[in-house]
């Protein structure tokens, strides 16, 4: 964790004070819960807006539904420096997570306000809308309509008689114009965001510069056996689904340990798992698994899949039980940080006074949708004992400074650098 710094261009407590009034949002008994779509949200909107009107900033809804807040720069048409991530939830938990990022993205602007620095960009703090997974059950929406690829059959999906289409409306937007209005003059795109992890915390730095946003496979297995009778068929003569599932869930396992180290990022879990008829007296008749898998390298995740396919052929064969092929129901591919970007924020972390190395993430964020239409990299901060998504989620107010001051020196690097190659 950081030592507190008192030279940082960057003032903690304003930070503090946008975390602290957004924790303040939350539906009775359930810490920290204001999920998009959902009646709370709009009082965190507000709550911004606010915010960001008070810091002297011009703001406005998007098509998306994307709150953006912007700062003039000296050459209009030059294009644009834009910062953020997202304010709202997951159910019971998220003091920080999003939110620390929305907090800085803001603290920069004001910061260069204060110390009257104007900036060749625009510059553009943006809270996403619902980059959790919402209501429809579905998540990165403001930040894959901003990048012009949020599918349009999404918009018929229903929640409690909702759509996502009238919840798009309600936030502000406008479904119909999302398409027009996808984003083509981002020059860079910056998020800060709690590491969700032990790494920074452990070895004892401040800031994580994210090499690579992992890819996210997510393959369906299913078993068939046999419904017997549990007392009376021989151990020898069964076709136990739940047996041959229980194998597959061990193999997953060794094959993920086998990936998971050095050069990239690998993570596999069997997320869901349902058994049929789960009843006691009966030899299961068919299991269901879902992995869910993560990988920094596309090989990686190449090599893992073929070897579940194998992995389920040698299980069935001995085991008596059926394994259709694993079939993939979700596969996106990892997204690399900008190399000039990850350049800019080492460079950045070493003007600030602030520890750091690289490192992958294992999350997806609002980032990977904006690296379709411009350069984007993420910087990580410390959070205690690497939780998230839990009411107990908590990162230092000293180093999500630290992180604010790394993306101050490198916002003013960056417009240094791209405005060269706009001349």
């Not at 496979?217 to 020898?236: C, L, Y």
């Not at 299991?287 to 898998?293: F, P």
Request: proline share 5%; with cysteine.
């Amino acid at each position: 964790m950081a030592a507190t710094k008192t030279n940082l261009p960057v003032d903690p407590a304003r930070i503090a004070d946008v975390i602290d009034g957004l924790a303040r949002l939350t539906e009775p008994g359930r810490p920290y819960t204001r999920r998009a779509f959902t009646a709370l949200f709009p009082a965190g909107r507000d709550f911004l807006l606010d915010r960001f009107r008070a810091a002297g900033l011009e703001t406005r809804i998007d098509a998306a539904g994307n709150l953006v807040a912007r700062r003039p720069g000296k050459r209009p048409g030059l294009g644009t420096i834009m910062l953020g991530s997202h304010s709202d939830t997951v159910p019971d938990g998220g003091r920080y997570d999003g939110i620390a990022g929305v907090a800085v993205a803001l603290e920069v602007a004001r910061a260069l306000a204060d110390q009257g620095i104007d900036l060749d960009h625009d510059l553009e703090v943006v809270d996403f809308l619902a980059e959790e997974v919402s209501i429809f059950g579905v998540s990165c929406i403001g930040s894959r309509g901003m990048a012009g690829v949020l599918p349009e059959d999404w918009f018929s999906r229903e929640s409690n008689g909702l759509t996502l289409e009238q919840g798009i409306r309600d936030a502000g937007g406008d479904p119909a114009r999302i398409s027009a209005e996808a984003r083509k003059d981002i020059a860079a795109f910056l998020e800060l965001h709690i590491e969700q992890g032990p790494v920074l915390e452990t070895e004892k730095l401040d800031i994580g510069v994210v090499t690579a946003i992992a890819g996210i496979t997510r393959i369906e297995i299913v078993v068939e056996g046999r419904a017997d009778h549990a007392g009376t068929t021989p151990m020898g003569a069964r076709a136990d689904a739940l047996a041959a599932a229980a194998r597959l869930v061990t193999g997953i396992e060794a094959l993920a340990k086998s990936l998971s180290g050095e050069p990239g990022h690998f993570t596999a879990t069997v997320g869901e798992f349902s058994i049929e008829p789960n009843a006691a007296n009966v030899v299961p008749s068919r299991a269901r698994l879902l992995i869910d898998a993560r990988a920094e390298e596309r090989a990686a995740m190449d090599l893992f899949a073929a070897s579940v396919d194998l992995l389920t052929e040698q299980i069935a064969r001995e085991t008596g039980t059926i394994i259709a092929a694993p079939r993939r129901i979700s596969d996106n591919p990892p997204t690399p940080g900008d190399p000039l970007l990850l350049d800019v924020l080492d460079a950045a972390c070493e003007t600030a006074g602030a520890s750091h190395r690289r490192m992958a993430s294992g999350a997806g964020h609002d980032t990977a949708w904006m690296a379709r239409v411009t350069r984007s990299a993420m910087i990580f901060v410390p959070c205690l004992g690497g939780r998230s998504h839990a009411p107990d989620e908590f990162a230092e107010t000293d180093d999500i400074a630290l992180g604010a001051a790394v993306l101050f020196n490198a916002v003013i690097q960056l417009d240094k650098i791209l405005s060269q190659e706009g001349a």
